[in-house]
């Protein structure tokens, strides 16, 4: 049977070589007729652990040279499911995950997607900014594990939960004798996390000393431990998060300039949940999944009248607040079912504490703000004497007054009204209000 040029195969042809030579005499009969040109069509073959990988090279072919030995000199893209050769390893080839985390918080297309993947395979230091619970830590995660580092040690370090007297010792390690009570040599954080990376959280809290150390680390990888004159020499890649302004403490002497110039290698900002609404719907999936994975469950989605009630919260506590609620309606919903809005009675609760505390001055009279400051008895008492007390009226006052706070959102205003929102949308027909 003659062969397409380029190709030989072996005496014994087993599945995977039939395949191959299929596979290849294809693309070569497509590419030949596409471009009137004869090409040739070279594979080569790398195994890992957990998977077998082709690459094809496919080139113009004028004198029917074989093309396979060219093929390892080609400078391939690297792309998601690409394979590396690590000189730590000793050549051997290992698979580079370049893939999101399981449950990735980042929506698709959005900037700062864009912005991790930018960095993410990169050895530049990132620092993350942005308020409180608004997820640098998970944000830190994607980036290390779209890495080249993905398969290298991951060491997370929150600068604020270790007492000042001890983080020199926990992050760059002590020296048998350094002081009472070292009794042997122990390695730092650093150390554990040679050839990985080390995320450092709340990196703003960091001492004078351990600030000087840190930027030693950063500008040539070599570190001192704690009571030792040796030098300790360090691959490692930071990234740093805080909630702090920078630049504030560094025009107050309180962090050093040239650390933060180190650090402020690729500043990511990382905007408050408030301020992206419209990625909710899809990181409210990936925190449900992440949850239905964790206790076993399969949960559908949010009701419609939940998901309204989640969007119109002003989410002060951000991701980490998101999380706290939407776990506990995970653990109350029902296997092969979906999340109500009964449960979610935190937020719930929540919503109706910031109703009461929200002031809005032009829907109040004076007679209303008084009413404010005395007890809900004496406010009934105030109204039976003036024999304004209908009850009625009260109920509908309420119902529209609830409208008006929330801006028209039967969900949050059910929520403050302490009904369902079933029951608020019957008592507002009876009232002839448009829904």
């Known amino acids: 049977m003659p062969c397409p040029r380029g190709i030989s195969l072996e005496s014994r042809i087993n599945h995977e070589n039939a395949f191959l030579w299929l596979l290849k005499g294809y693309a070569a009969g497509f590419l030949n007729r596409s471009f009137h040109k004869d090409f040739g069509i070279s594979h080569s073959k790398f195994e890992t652990p957990h998977a077998v990988i082709y690459r094809f090279l496919a ?3 004028k004198d029917g040279q074989e093309v396979d030995i060219d093929l390892p000199l080609r400078n391939f893209k690297q792309t998601e499911n690409a394979l590396t050769h690590s000189a730590s390893d000793n050549g051997r080839v290992i698979p580079r995950p370049a893939a999101p985390l399981k449950h990735s918080i980042l929506r698709d297309g959005s900037e700062l997607a864009y912005l991790v993947q930018q960095v993410a395979i990169t050895d530049a230091t990132v620092l993350l900014l942005g308020e409180s619970g608004v997820g640098k830590s998970l944000i830190a995660r994607e980036i290390q ?3 080249l580092r993905a398969q290298h040690p991951w060491v997370e370090i929150n600068c604020a939960a270790i007492p000042e007297q001890l983080i020199e010792s926990e992050l760059f390690g002590v020296e048998r004798g350094a002081f009472s009570g070292a009794t042997v040599s122990r390695k730092g954080k650093f150390e554990h996390a040679h050839g990985g990376t080390v995320f450092l959280d709340e990196v703003g809290l960091l001492s004078p000393n351990a600030q000087s150390k840190l930027l030693r680390v950063l500008q040539s990888g070599e570190m001192e431990r704690l009571g030792s004159n040796s030098t300790v020499h360090c691959d490692i890649r930071v990234i740093a998060a805080t909630n702090e302004n920078l630049e504030a403490l560094v025009k107050a002497g309180k962090f050093r300039e040239d650390l933060y110039f180190r650090l402020n290698v690729f500043p990511i900002h990382i905007p408050a949940l408030r301020e992206r ?9 990936a925190i449900i999944r992440r949850f239905c994975d964790r206790y076993r469950k399969n949960i559908y989605r949010c009701t419609h009248q939940a998901r309204e009630l989640l969007l119109a919260y002003d ?3 951000n991701i980490r607040e998101l999380e706290n609620v939407l776990e506990r309606a995970v653990i109350l919903c029902p296997d092969e079912a979906e999340i109500h809005t009964t449960h979610l009675g935190e937020l719930v609760r929540r919503c109706n504490a910031m109703s009461l505390n929200a002031s809005d001055s032009s ?4 007679s209303s703000a008084s009413v404010t400051a005395a007890s809900i008895d004496d406010w009934a ?4 004497e ?3 007390g209908s009850l009625n009226t009260i109920k509908d006052s309420l119902l529209k007054a609830a409208m008006r706070r929330s801006q028209g959102n039967l969900s949050l205003a059910a929520a403050v009204l302490g009904m369902t929102r079933g029951q608020l949308n019957y008592q507002l027909k009876k009232l002839d209000e448009v829904v």
Not at 277 to 285: A, F, G, I
Request: charged residues 15%; aromatic residues 4%.
């Open 59 to 61: 080139r113009p072919s």
């Open 145 to 147: 594990c779209r890495s």
């Open 386 to 388: 003036s024999g304004q």
């Open 315 to 317: 989410w002060p506590g």
């Open 381 to 384: 008492d105030q109204l039976i």
């Open 363 to 366: 829907h109040l009279s004076a």
């Open 277 to 285: 609404k419209h990625e909710m719907p899809s990181l409210m999936s």
